[in-house]
């Protein structure tokens, strides 16, 4: 099976459509490895469920599907969701993984900046977990499937994205002990490089194989201001699932972003 190509010049490849390329067949084979599925499930304990109940959502759309760990979850909960990817092969491994446990998922392989082309109709909730976003590397990319992922909630739907804490990472260097979303046990996830361009993280695994993401650092304040110039009008963000952090601790920050305008509360 082809490996991974980044070319003679791995740092110059900042393109949102590299994704394509970077998600192999083997790399996707092993990133249920990465993730632990039990104690992934663990460590985010029901955070996303009850966000969703508290809203009032049934209907979820999670563009990020890959190998299904919060699809299966949110099935296995209750919910209706369809699941969307851009990769053809995680798609077929989130499929697999629900048939083992006896789920059906609907699936759709789908671009997030032309998502309309590919979804009809709308949902209560729409769910981009696993740092996917930054996949994106323009600003315009970004805001196309921020709009796509506005348009595709009802009047009072909500967005839960998540991204790595790259405020962190920029100021003050990587420092993580993957408690909340790789919890694999004898696998390395660091980074190889990283400027207010790039975050090029290496994917280290006990046989020795190894695997690349190119990905773009966001920080916290720049994406909460896309959500907001998109249309989301109140934007929780949490660390690590908690509500109250000091900012260069959580790995990773949780958005939620709710389409509807409550009267007399601040955005």
């Not at 048939?99 to 059906?104: I, W, Y």
């Not at 671009?111 to 994106?136: E, K, Q, Y």
């Not at 909460?224 to 260069?248: H, K, N, P, S, W």
Request: aromatic share 14%; glycine share 8%; with cysteine.
């Amino acid at each position: 099976m082809p490996g991974q190509d980044f070319g003679d010049a791995p740092l110059e490849v900042r393109e949102s459509d590299h994704y394509k390329e970077e998600y192999v067949h083997a790399f996707v084979q092993k990133w249920d490895q990465l993730i632990d599925w039990d104690l992934r499930a663990q460590s985010e304990g029901s955070f996303f469920i009850e966000e969703l109940e508290k809203r009032g959502a049934k209907t979820v759309l999670d563009v990020a599907t890959g190998t299904g760990f919060h699809s299966v979850r949110l099935l296995e909960a209750g919910f209706d969701v369809v699941s969307c990817d851009g990769s053809a092969q995680m798609l077929y491994r989130a499929f697999e993984n629900a048939k083992r446990r006896g789920l059906v998922m609907r699936t759709a392989q789908a671009d997030w900046r032309w998502l309309s082309r590919t979804l009809h109709g709308r949902f209560d909730a729409v769910v981009c977990a696993g740092n996917s976003f930054t996949h994106l590397f323009s600003e315009n990319d970004r805001r196309k499937a921020l709009a796509e992922f506005y348009s595709a909630l009802r009047h009072d739907g909500v967005l839960i994205l998540d991204q790595r804490n790259y405020d962190a990472i920029l100021d003050h260097g990587y420092s993580s002990a993957h408690t909340y979303y790789y919890c694999g046990d004898d696998v390395s996830v660091t980074p190889e490089h990283v400027d207010e361009g790039l975050a090029r993280f290496a994917y280290g695994f006990p046989d020795g194989s190894s695997f690349h993401l190119n990905m773009f650092p966001l920080r916290k304040a720049y994406t909460r201001r896309l959500m907001r110039e998109v249309g989301f009008q109140r934007i929780e963000t949490y660390g690590d699932f908690q509500e109250t952090y000091r900012e260069a601790e959580p790995d990773f920050f949780i958005h939620v972003a709710e389409k509807q305008y409550r009267e007399g509360e601040q955005p």
